[in-house]
């Protein structure tokens, strides 16, 4: 416990942040190990998200499949913890890869967000701590910006009750499409950025074009992992043409996803 948690009488919640990744991917088979300048998606990832303050660990959980053991080589070579379970029930999956290390908060992000911002993911935490909340999503925020932040026993509820098979595949819609049971929030983003209130630009990879803006944007960058968001809207800003790039690569829904994408 710290002075500051101490005098306020509040034990500081500790944070456990899961990535889920695999190699299947119907749009773009391997991406997570395919190259974004000097290194893969996934270290990308790996090194965004342990920049986010106050994390205890973070565990990559993958599957059993033989496909992934690429995957959960080259996690294990920047030093990641690895899980390895269902391939669809990703619910299970994620819960049983942070479950050993007792956390009251869990941070969810996927391997195919290289530029997720730990400074909002941070303040998301925040959010959800001071307004008592079970659940705060990535409403609001460019696609593979912010993360699924969580308390661990609404993960836990949704790992024994959920039963609808798009529910265990995307971990976390059983908390947000339950909101007369669980208190579910957003974090507003406390400026616009220079593209205006409906954003445009997609920071994620799931499609060729995506890694194709994302290796773009590494180099223009300058410097690897963490990046903030501010960095990736001045370049997108300054150059309107890079935004044509995935301008056509539609979002899956998680319903329209589920049983054919995902990590």
Partial sequence: MTASSAASGRVQPRMIAVIQARMGSTRLPGKVLEPIGDRSLLAWTVASVRAIPGLADVVVATTTDADDDDLVEAAAALGARVHRGPIHDVLTRCLDA??????????????????????????????????????????????????????????????????????????????????????????????????????????????????????????????????????????????????????SVVQKSWQVAQATEGN
Avoid: K
């Fill in 98 to 247: 942070v479950t050993p290390f007792q956390p009251t908060l869990v941070v969810r992000q996927t391997a195919d967000n290289p530029f997720a911002d730990p400074l909002v993911a941070a303040a998301q935490v925040q959010a959800l701590l001071a307004q008592d909340l079970d659940y705060i999503g990535i409403a609001g925020w460019p696609i593979g910006i912010a993360a699924e932040v969580c308390r661990m026993d609404a993960l836990v509820t949704a790992g024994r009750e959920a039963t609808d098979p798009a529910h265990r595949e995307h971990v976390m819609p059983y908390l947000y499409t339950n909101p007369n049971r669980f208190r579910i929030g957003t974090l507003a983003r406390a400026t616009t950025s220079q593209a205006g209130v409906g954003h445009p630009w997609r920071y994620t990879v799931d499609a060729p074009a995506d890694l194709a803006l994302a290796r773009m944007l590494a180099a223009r960058l300058g410097h690897g992992p963490p990046v903030h968001l501010e960095e990736l809207d001045a370049i997108m800003a300054a150059d309107p043409a890079l935004g044509l790039l995935n301008i």
